[in-house]
Structures are given as structure tokens and as C-alpha cells.
């Protein structure tokens, strides 16, 4: 274990015994951290918060602090971080309340680029990246694969699908189904994140078909249910549309149109 003699460590802390932890950094009494775990000075993880193993965390950052909820009374609600995750500096990660599942959840893999915020009871997949500043209201779902540009936001209990872009500076206020990349203020839908997935090992094929369930559900001007009807009739052949039809299904803001 590498800690700087100058960080503060609660006498509670669960530390693995190779973690190493910068000057100044303060480790709350009911921390635990996986090992394999770097985090450089002046970070501060406080409040109920498991990390895994692997996870680099810069200096100035803020992982596990009570949420920005006028609601919250100091209950011990969670934050959970799985492995390999970068946060860089000024990243905040406010724990859950007990107004939702009275946790927040950081998968793996991910990388926060400086000054993102990740608000109370959000959920986070696996292999997303949130840009410098992108900012996540309270109660949001992002899938795997997500890209965030700069400076974008999302509203409070959006979801946003699988392998969707997010552009820079959008505003994003309903859902973005999976595979949409979505632009403006308010965001609404432009393309099918075609590049993205080519580079995932999505087949051209894969990509046509998906381009063209983005026109039956944007383009072709159908009421949703009937672009629903025509998207799950595809998807028995061809079940990359799959995920777009259960994402539909579990919309609670209504879709980016």
C-alpha cells in the first residue's frame, strides 16, 4: 500500500493493500477500495462508497459526497463503482436517496473526462464517456457504450440507449433510444451512430439495418405504435433491432422526436 503520509484515512476504511493514494487526499470511515485502485491528491471519497479494482481517480475529484437533493436528509444511501474506471479532475459522484434505489451505480471501463458530474441515484454502464463538463441530472440511465460530448446534460430520469451519441452542447430532455445520435437544445434525434458501431464490430449489414429502423421510427412519419409494430416485426430477423424495441418499451419521458 503506497499512501502519502499527508492523506487522511479513516480509521474505517477498506483499503486493498496495493492501492495507492495521493497528499491530501480524505478517505471517509465507510469506504471501501478495491484493489489496484489509484487516486491521486487531493480527492475526496466520502460517504458510503464501494469502488473495484483498477479505477484511477485524479486529483480534485469528488466520488461518494451526499446528493445535491433538497430532499436528502443525511441517510446512508451508496454509490457503486465497478473496475477500470477513469475519473478525471473535478468529476463529482453524488450518492443515491432513498426517494430511488438509495444508490448510485458507475459500471466499468468508463472514462469521466474532467468537471462531469454524475448526480444521485444515476446509473452508468459499461464503456461510456462523458466529455469535459457533460452533466447527468439525478435518477438518469445511460447504456453501454454511450458517448457524451462537452458541455451536454440530460434532464432528470431520462435514459438514454446503448451506443447513442450525445453531441456536444445538447440538451437532452426525453429519452434517446438506443443507437440514435441526437444533437441541439432541446436534442432531437439526427443520425444512427453508424461510426460508433462500425467500430464496435457491428456488419454493415448490422448498420443497414439499424439505419433503417431509425428511418421507420423518425423518417417515415408513422405514429409510434405503428413504428413499434414495424420495429418488433423486424427485429425476429434481424435482433440488433431488439435492444431499440425494449428501450422503447421502458420509456417513462417519451422519445427525442
Not at 444508490?103 to 446509473?123: E, I, K, Q, Y
Not at 440514435?180 to 453508424?194: F, K, L, T
Request: some cysteine; proline content about 5%; charged content about 20%.
Amino acid at each position: 500500500m503506497a499512501i502519502d503520509s499527508r492523506a487522511v484515512i479513516a480509521p474505517g476504511a477498506k483499503i486493498a493493500a496495493d492501492v495507492e493514494i495521493g497528499a491530501f487526499t480524505i478517505v471517509g470511515p465507510d469506504v471501501e477500495i478495491g484493489p489496484g485502485t489509484i487516486i491521486g491528491p487531493h480527492a475526496v471519497i466520502s460517504g458510503w462508497t464501494r469502488i473495484g479494482s483498477g479505477n484511477r481517480i485524479f486529483q480534485f475529484a469528488s466520488i461518494g459526497d451526499a446528493p445535491q437533493d433538497k430532499k436528502y436528509k443525511g441517510e446512508p444511501t451508496r454509490v457503486e463503482i465497478g473496475d477500470r474506471n477513469v475519473f478525471r479532475e473535478y468529476v463529482t459522484v453524488n450518492r443515491g436517496t432513498t426517494h430511488d434505489k438509495g444508490v448510485t451505480t458507475v459500471g466499468s471501463d468508463n472514462l469521466f473526462m474532467a468537471s462531469t458530474h454524475v448526480a444521485h441515484d444515476c446509473v452508468v454502464g459499461n464503456l461510456c464517456v462523458l466529455a469535459n463538463a457533460a452533466t447527468l441530472g439525478g435518477h438518469v440511465e445511460l447504456g453501454d457504450h454511450v458517448i457524451m460530448g462537452g458541455f451536454s446534460g440530460v434532464h432528470q430520469f431520462c435514459k438514454i440507449g446503448a451506443h447513442a451519441f450525445i453531441a456536444n452542447n445538447a440538451a437532452i430532455t426525453r429519452d434517446v433510444p438506443p443507437y440514435v445520435m441526437a444533437v441541439g437544445q432541446p436534442a432531437v434525434p439526427h443520425s444512427v451512430n453508424a461510426t460508433g458501431l462500425s467500430r464496435r464490430g457491428f456488419s454493415p449489414e448490422q448498420v443497414r439495418n439499424i439505419k433503417n429502423a431509425f428511418r421507420t421510427l423518425y423518417r417515415m412519419d408513422l405514429p409510434l405504435a405503428e413504428a413499434v409494430e414495424r420495429l418488433k416485426a423486424a427485429a425476429l430477423g434481424q435482433p440488433e433491432i431488439g435492444p431499440m424495441v425494449e428501450f422503447i418499451a421502458r420509456s417513462t419521458r417519451s422519445l427525442v422526436r
